[in-house]
Antibody
Framework: EVQLLESGGGLVQPGGSLSLSCAAS????????MTWVRRAPGKGLEWVSS????????YYADSVKGRFTISRDDSKNTLHLQMNSLRAEDTALYYC?????????????WGQGTLVTVSS | DIQMTQSPSSVSASVGDRVTITCRAS??????LAWYQQKPGRAPKLLIY???SLHSGVPSRFRGSGSDTHFTLTISSLQPEDFATYYC?????????FGGGTKVEI
């Protein structure tokens, strides 16, 4: 069974940085596009960033563009999200998600999430 | 950006009821639409992709339909495990966007 395990969340002050990781197992990670989705407390789902299988293409929500960087290490089956200049509004549960291998960006396997709290 | 608008925001229903949730896109998205179910404390689960394709393992009581700007998710006979929040998502134009969610309550 596919497993996605996020780590790296925690409490950080506004303006600070945090690096999230997602360890994938039981699927051919290198052939899948991957995505980060977040859910702020009391809010709905928000797409954050996506990366294609070879990492050549990356996409970002306007709210994080220029502050967050998505990357992948296929040799370690790991997805990363480097988050800089964090703001209170970045407080959320961050999910690592795999993309269904069909045309379109549909999200099938989800991790359990890692909580990021931005507060002084 | 493509805005996704769901209605209603919440619905009260009973076991055995037929429930329909609507999702409207601010511009045409062909059939590039997904539906997800999320229960409290759990990660979302993909139900439907490409507007009407049932994801593996999803019960057949879930049905998606629609195209262009108007989509629906129908649960034909609500089961106790179906009480959850449902989200639509447009899946072709960046930034990818979700609807605000519909909570199905007892």
């Amino acid at each position: 069974e596919v497993q996605l395990l996020e780590s790296g969340g925690g409490l950080v002050q506004p303006g600070g940085s945090l690096s999230l990781s997602c360890a994938a197992s039981e699927f051919t990670f290198r052939t899948y596009s991957m995505t980060w989705v977040r859910r702020a407390p009391g809010k709905g789902l928000e797409w954050v960033s996506s990366i294609n299988p070879n990492g050549a293409y990356t996409y970002y929500a306007d709210s994080v563009k220029g502050r967050f960087t998505i990357s992948r290490d296929d040799s370690k089956n790991t997805l990363h999200l480097q988050m800089n200049s964090l703001r209170a509004e970045d407080t959320a549960l961050y999910y690592c998600v795999s993309v269904v291998p069909v045309p379109g960006w549909y999200f099938d396997y989800w991790g359990q999430g890692t909580l990021v709290t931005v507060s002084s | 950006d493509i805005q996704m608008t769901q209605s209603p925001s919440s619905v009260s229903a009973s076991v055995g009821d037929r429930v329909t949730i609507t999702c409207r896109a601010s511009q045409g998205i062909n059939n590039w639409l997904a539906w997800y179910q999320q229960k409290p404390g759990r990660a979302p689960k993909l139900l439907i992709y490409a507007a009407s394709s049932l994801h593996s393992g999803v019960p057949s009581r879930f049905r998606g339909s629609g195209s262009d700007t108007h989509f629906t998710l129908t649960i034909s006979s609500l089961q106790p495990e179906d009480f959850a929040t449902y989200y639509c998502q447009q899946a072709n134009n960046f930034p990818l966007t979700f609807g605000g969610g519909t909570k199905v309550e007892i």
